[in-house]
């Protein structure tokens, strides 16, 4: 998606060759415009196919997220990330490892906002090793819901998320693939 990436390279950073700052338009603040662009092109492209029901991951996915909902008509449920195990029968809850706190969280979902026949679309902002997006998927596929489709707003191509999602049969979409970065320089991959 040309805006975005134009957008990327006018005000994100890279602060190394693995993490892109993008807090002045995605992660804290959020240029609302764009991201109503960003819903509506996942909007687009992940359109006839059946699809349910939107799912993300707090909190930077929320924005993306929403304008996708928004686009498609459907209800955006968001997966919180909780520091602690609930045993009750009615959440839902995996590990997953976050790329940028470099610790462990808890993927929490109540069943009653998941059900079994759910086509999800999972949003969210970034695709690094792609432990949040399987962390979803697995929520998802617990709950007795297929993933349709995944879309992510900025997928860093140099690192396995992708690949590893797509060996395990789910159809990715990113709207810019950064394919190498180093301080103050991001190349994308086309
Ligand atoms: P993964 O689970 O794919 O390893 O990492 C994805 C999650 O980590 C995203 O939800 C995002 O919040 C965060 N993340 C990964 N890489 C970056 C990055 O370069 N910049 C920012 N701002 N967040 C990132």
Do not use: W
């Not at 892109?20 to 509506?40: I, P, R, T, Y």
């Not at 029968?89 to 026949?117: A, C, E, M």
């Amino acid at each position: 998606m040309e805006a975005l990436k134009q957008k990327i390279l006018k005000d994100g950073r890279a602060l190394n060759d693995q993490v892109l700052l993008v807090d002045s338009f995605l992660n804290h603040q959020v240029d609302a415009k764009l991201m109503a662009q960003v819903g509506e092109e996942f909007a687009r492209l992940f359109a006839n196919q059946g699809i349910t029901r939107i799912m993300t991951v707090e909190s930077s996915g929320i924005a993306p997220a929403a304008m996708t909902a928004l686009g498609m008509g459907l209800p955006l449920v968001i997966m919180k990330k909780s520091s602690s195990r609930i045993l009750s029968d009615d959440t839902l809850q995996t590990q997953v490892h976050s790329f940028t706190k470099n610790s462990d969280y808890q993927l929490t979902v109540k069943r009653k906002y998941i059900h079994p026949g759910d086509r999800v679309l999972v949003i969210d902002d970034f695709l690094a090793n792609g432990e949040a997006a399987f962390g979803a998927a697995r929520l998802i596929e617990e709950a007795g819901a297929t993933v349709a489709g995944i879309g992510i707003v900025i997928e860093k191509a140099f690192q396995p998320g992708g690949r590893r999602l797509a060996e395990a049969g789910y159809k990715v979409i990113s709207l810019a693939r950064v394919a190498k970065m180093a301080e103050n320089h991001i190349e994308f991959c086309d």
